[in-house]
């Protein structure tokens, strides 16, 4: 059985896009929309936590790697976005199509 870190880092190295997210977050919904509404091509990787017997820990680890305790927490292109606010602002500013086409 792979670690939480394993399950993580595996996460983030295989996908262009990681959401961690609540299934019952708002925040999380909008930022799942942001990608669907606007890069419908790309099929983000969503790891529901609490869905998981595993999400506490991996929601601890998340604190541990990037200091960011809530969810959603989104990577694109291997890189720490940030939660809701911070993808939306990126997505304003141009960062994250940058870093879409990485
Ligand atoms: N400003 C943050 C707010 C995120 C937030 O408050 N998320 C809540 C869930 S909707 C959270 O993680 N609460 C703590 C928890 O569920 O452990 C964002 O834009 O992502």
Same mark, same amino acid.
């Given at each position: 059985?792979?670690?939480?870190?394993?399950?993580?880092?595996?996460? %983030?190295?295989?996908?262009?896009?990681? %959401?961690?997210?609540?299934?019952?977050?708002?925040?999380?919904?909008?930022?799942?929309?942001?990608?669907?509404?606007?890069? $419908?091509?790309?099929? $983000?990787?969503?790891?529901?936590?609490?869905?998981?017997?595993?999400?506490?820990?991996?929601?601890?680890?998340?604190?541990?790697?990037?200091?960011?305790?809530?969810?959603?927490?989104?990577?694109?292109?291997?890189?720490?976005?940030?939660?809701?606010?911070?993808?939306?602002?990126?997505?304003?500013?141009?960062?994250?199509?940058?870093?879409?086409?990485?």
């Amino acid at each position: 059985m792979s670690s939480v870190k394993d399950t993580v880092e595996n996460a %983030i190295s295989s996908n262009k896009i990681v %959401i961690f997210s609540k299934s019952w977050c708002g925040y999380s919904a909008r930022a799942k929309k942001l990608f669907q509404e606007h890069f $419908p091509e790309e099929k $983000p990787l969503v790891l529901e936590l609490d869905e998981r017997d595993d999400g506490d820990a991996i929601q601890d680890y998340l604190a541990q790697k990037t200091g960011q305790t809530t969810v959603p927490n989104v990577f694109v292109s291997q890189k720490q976005v940030g939660g809701n606010d911070k993808t939306q602002a990126a997505f304003k500013s141009g960062e994250l199509n940058r870093l879409v086409n990485l």
